[in-house]
């Protein structure tokens, strides 16, 4: 018996389906095991960094405000 070419695609594409429907369930399983709560607490952390740079940079650059922030320091 031989098979058609277009037997041969038809079973290519069974072939295929099966296929991406492997590497979907193995993507979803990396994804579930990776640990989401560590990237959210790292993209916190990184935030609050951000929003003390910009704190720091305001204190240093502006006199009356850096004067302020001293004279609220030492009293």
Avoid at 30 to 45: E, L, M, Y
Avoid at 70 to 75: C, K, V
Wanted: charged letters at 15%; proline letters at 0%; zero cysteines.
């Amino acid at each position: 018996m031989k098979l058609q070419l277009a037997e041969y695609a038809h079973i290519a594409e069974i072939v295929g389906a099966f296929a991406v429907v492997i590497s979907l369930i193995y993507v979803g399983a990396q994804v579930n095991n990776s640990d989401s709560a560590s990237t959210v607490r790292a993209a916190s952390a990184n935030d609050v960094n951000v929003a003390l740079q910009s704190w720091y940079l305001e204190i240093g650059t502006d006199q009356q405000t850096s004067k302020l922030f001293y004279e609220a320091l030492t009293s």
